[in-house]
T-cell receptor, first 114, second 116 residues
Framework: ETGVTQSPTHLIKTRGQQVTLRCSSQ?????VSWYQQALGQGPQFIFQ???????GRGNFPPRFSGLQFPNYSSELNVNALELDDSALYLC?????????????FGSGTRLTVV | AQSVTQPDIHITVSEGASLELRCNYS??????LFWYVQSPGQGLQLLLK??????LVQGIKGFEAEFKRSQSSFNLRKPSVHWSDAAEYFC??????????????FGKGTKLSVKP
């Protein structure tokens, strides 16, 4: 079975621009979460999508938004990029909206904002 | 507020020696608990998880962890470390209610170095 794949792997953007990151969930998984991992820190929860709707959100401003598609793939959109948005963005998928099955993480997208 | 503390930022052990990585959490109810490992530039790989039942949990790569409710701890152990275990290890608590569904709260991680 394929795991979680994210694209692109690396990205450089200018402050104020917008960016879209993509995630294909593992086969059989219907729930997708996004995390931001700053250098030297643990990942921080951005939001979770289930049945194409956001059903959980962390402490991130509205300029962080997302989508989930009928095939369970997902996008993370960030508007008005700030220098502090530079981080590794991780996508995680799960078989269920509950936590019993744990989460499978992708390798991430490294975003650099200059 | 819920939180996860990993007191050791960096640990160095000799190959073949035993390992224990500490994790303490703050959470009102019985938590979902996870240990993940991250190699440089990579995503997170699940080592093991605890939800209920036997408090000693076996994971992949020879790792185990013990849930101790009285100490709010979930320490990760391995009896004999291999050079390939060098990586960063993250403990996480899972929140699964209301608007926080899907929220894993991670500690800041412990970097493990292995001496030959």
């Amino acid at each position: 079975e394929t795991g979680v794949t994210q694209s692109p792997t690396h990205l450089i953007k200018t402050r104020g621009q917008q960016v879209t990151l993509r995630c294909s969930s593992q086969s059989g998984h219907n729930t997708v979460s996004w995390y931001q991992q700053a250098l030297g820190q643990g990942p921080q929860f951005i939001f979770q999508y289930y049945r194409e709707e956001e059903n959980g959100r962390g402490n991130f401003p509205p300029r962080f938004s997302g989508l989930q598609f009928p095939n369970y793939s997902s996008e993370l959109n960030v508007n008005a990029l700030e220098l502090d948005d530079s981080a590794l963005y991780l996508c995680a998928s799960s078989k269920s909206v509950t936590m019993n099955y744990g989460y499978t993480f992708g390798s991430g997208t490294r975003l650099t904002v200059v | 507020a819920q939180s996860v503390t990993q007191p050791d930022i960096h640990i160095t052990v000799s190959e073949g020696a035993s390992l224990e990585l500490r994790c303490n959490y703050s959470y009102g109810a019985t938590p979902y608990l996870f240990w993940y490992v991250q190699s440089p530039g990579q995503g997170l790989q699940l080592l093991l998880k605890y939800f209920s039942g036997d408090t000693l949990v076996q994971g992949i790569k020879g790792f185990e962890a013990e849930f101790k409710r009285s100490q709010s701890s979930f320490n990760l152990r391995k009896p004999s470390v291999h050079w390939s275990d060098a990586a960063e290890y993250f403990c996480a608590v899972g929140l699964d209610y209301g608007g926080s569904q899907g929220n894993l709260i991670f500690g800041k991680g412990t970097k493990l170095s292995v001496k030959p």
